[in-house]
C-alpha cells in the first residue's frame, strides 16, 4: 500500500526565514497531494494542495512543490511569522477506487522563533 | 453549516470498557474517514466509509468496528478498550464526486484508557 516518508520531524527557524517540508510517497498511481496544518489541541485544516498534473502551486506566502518522477513533494513557506508555529501534515491520494483515501506523513514540528 | 461534528470531546474508559465514538457531517459528503493521531506518528486511518452502504479498512483496524448509519453518520466502536487504544480520534469526510477532494475533520475525541 501508499507509504509517505516527511523530513524533518522537527524544524526551527527564525522569523522572516524561510522554511522547507519535504515528503516522499511510494505509490505512482497517487494523484492528489494536500498540506494540513495543526495547531496545538485544534483539528487539522487544508493549507494548500496540489494535483498530479501540476507542478508547482503558490497561495501568497505558501507553495508546492510536486516531482512525479522522483515521487516527491515539498511545502515552502516564506517570510515566516510566528503563528506559522504549528505541525504540517503532507498526504498523498490513492485513485479513487480506493476510497479516496489519505495517507499522511508522520508530521513536521515547525516553530518560528521570533 | 456545522461541518463535521464528533461526540464526545473527551473520555476516560477502563480496560475492558466498550465505547462508541459518533461522528457526523451536514456537507452532503459521500466518504467518510476515522483516524487516530498519537505523538510522532502522524494521522493512521482506521477505517473507512467511501459510501453510503459501504466500508473498508484502513491501516490500523484491529480492535475497532464501524458503522455508516446513513449519509451523515459514521460511528466508531471499541468493544473492548485496551490502553493502546489511548489517542486522539478524528472523523473526517470528502465528497467523492467530480475534483473537489479536500478532506473535512471534527474537532477530535481524546480518548484515555485506564
Known amino acids: 500500500g501508499e507509504n509517505v516518508e516527511q523530513h524533518p520531524s522537527t524544524l526551527s527557524v527564525q522569523e522572516g526565514d524561510s522554511a522547507v517540508i519535504k515528503c516522499t510517497y511510494s505509490d505512482s498511481a497517487s494523484n492528489y497531494f494536500p498540506w494540513y496544518k495543526q495547531e496545538l489541541g485544534k483539528r487539522p485544516q487544508l493549507i494548500i494542495d496540489i494535483r498530479s498534473n501540476v507542478g508547482e502551486k503558490k497561495d501568497q506566502r505558501i507553495a508546492v512543490t510536486l516531482n512525479k518522477t522522483a515521487k516527491h513533494f515539498s511545502l515552502h513557506i516564506t517570510e515566516t511569522q510566528p503563528e506559522d508555529s504549528a505541525v504540517y501534515f503532507c498526504a498523498a491520494r490513492g485513485p479513487y477506487n480506493q476510497g479516496g483515501k489519505l495517507i499522511f506523513g508522520q508530521g513536521t514540528e515547525l516553530s518560528v522563533k521570533p | 453549516n456545522a461541518g463535521v461534528t464528533q461526540t464526545p470531546k473527551f473520555q476516560v474508559l477502563k480496560t475492558g470498557q466498550s465505547m462508541t465514538l459518533q461522528c457526523a457531517q451536514d456537507?452532503?459528503?459521500?466518504?467518510m474517514y476515522w483516524y487516530r493521531q498519537d505523538p510522532g506518528m502522524g494521522l493512521r486511518l482506521i477505517y473507512y466509509s467511501a459510501s453510503e452502504g459501504t466500508t473498508d479498512k484502513g491501516e490500523v483496524p484491529n480492535g475497532y468496528n464501524v458503522s455508516r448509519l446513513n449519509k451523515r453518520e459514521f460511528s466508531l466502536r471499541l468493544e473492548s478498550a485496551a490502553p493502546s487504544q489511548t489517542s486522539v480520534y478524528f472523523c473526517?469526510?470528502?465528497?467523492?464526486?467530480?475534483?473537489?477532494?479536500?478532506?473535512?475533520f471534527g474537532p477530535g475525541t481524546r480518548l484515555t484508557v485506564l
Open positions: 473526517a469526510s470528502t465528497s467523492s464526486g467530480g475534483s473537489f477532494f479536500e478532506q473535512f
Open positions: 456537507m452532503n459528503h459521500n466518504s
